[in-house]
């Protein structure tokens, strides 16, 4: 029951989707510094090669491997399980990772904004989970499950869209999915858990968060006073994929420093002063 024993990621092989920036890029970290071999995949893939190249510069234990892939289409979908599969027979780990969003005030939201992010936040995740089965199926067993950490948000979690519509919407279907997804591959042996998000940095937040004083605005709103970083996404891949985790199913980790429990002002208060 050593740290090693229960985190260690040695001999597993991963996919990261959108794994060059961001989130993606923090959990490829972590999962290469337990030990994984590591692929990630989005549509710009020179991002993707870059992005490995400095991560095996660190000379942690495991390595990573990056490649062009679009979770955006069907097609994209099977390019890039053919992509994977010229490169290994095996994955033990799926992290579907990609996104994006789209903020519009209400009475302005664009209709194509729906299609746009759906495609890739709620039917790229499903569809590319679904023909990534068979592998995941091959790799698990009882007493080590595959794993699938699906990324949701903490927009998905409570009433805070701050404009982002279907976003906010698209990530409470992926806490769904990934709760009827964790229910029906018990069988196989294979957990379903997603991690809610808060505010981290990444180009998706870039607006917000790229400026220091910005990024320390938006951490003062956050309970705990800062944005989420890098340890915070890897430890949650090192505890959910190693042995530590295997027991765990259909959770929905709030990643978000608290903002998955604030509420409006004390109810009561207004009427003692
Ligand atoms: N940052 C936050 O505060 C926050 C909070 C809660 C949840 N999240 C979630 O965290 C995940 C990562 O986002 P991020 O914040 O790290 O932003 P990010 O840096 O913009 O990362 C998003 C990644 O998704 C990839 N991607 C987008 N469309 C894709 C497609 N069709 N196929 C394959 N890859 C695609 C992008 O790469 P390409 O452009 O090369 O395709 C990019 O690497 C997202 O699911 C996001 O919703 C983020």
């Avoid at 959108?18 to 959990?27: C, L």
């Avoid at 194509?112 to 990534?132: C, I, M, P, R, Y």
């Amino acid at each position: 029951m050593t740290p090693d024993s229960l985190f260690s990621l040695a001999g597993k092989t991963a996919l990261v989707t959108g794994g060059a920036t961001g989130i993606g890029r923090m959990a490829a970290h972590g999962l290469m510094a337990a030990g994984a071999r590591v692929m990630i995949a989005s549509r710009k893939g020179d991002a993707c090669t870059a992005t490995a190249a400095e991560l095996n510069e660190l000379g942690l234990p495991g390595c990573v491997e990056g490649f062009a892939g679009d979770v955006g289409s069907e097609n994209g979908i099977a390019a890039l399980v053919q992509e994977l599969e010229n490169r290994t027979d095996d994955l033990h780990i799926l992290m579907n990772n990609a996104g994006r969003t789209w903020g519009k005030d209400l009475g302005a939201f664009p209709y194509g904004a729906w299609d746009k992010v759906l495609s890739v936040n709620v039917t790229g995740l499903f569809h590319l989970t679904q023909e990534l089965l068979p592998k995941l199926r091959a790799a698990a067993t009882p007493e080590d499950p595959a794993r699938v950490v699906n990324v949701g948000s903490v927009m998905g979690e409570v009433a805070m869209g701050d404009g982002a519509f279907s976003y906010a919407a698209s990530k409470s279907a992926v806490h769904h999915l990934t709760r009827i997804l964790a229910k029906d591959l018990a069988k196989d042996s294979i957990t379903v858990n997603a991690l809610a998000p808060g505010p981290f940095v990444s180009n998706m937040t870039a607006f917000a968060t790229a400026d220091p004083d910005q990024r320390e605005r938006v951490g003062q709103a956050v309970p705990l006073g800062r944005v989420g970083g890098p340890d915070d996404i890897a430890a949650c891949l090192q505890f959910l994929c190693g042995r530590g985790g295997a027991y765990i199913t259909g959770a929905v980790i709030p990643v978000s420093g608290g903002i998955n429990v604030m509420t409006g002002p004390p109810i009561f208060e207004a009427a003692l002063n």
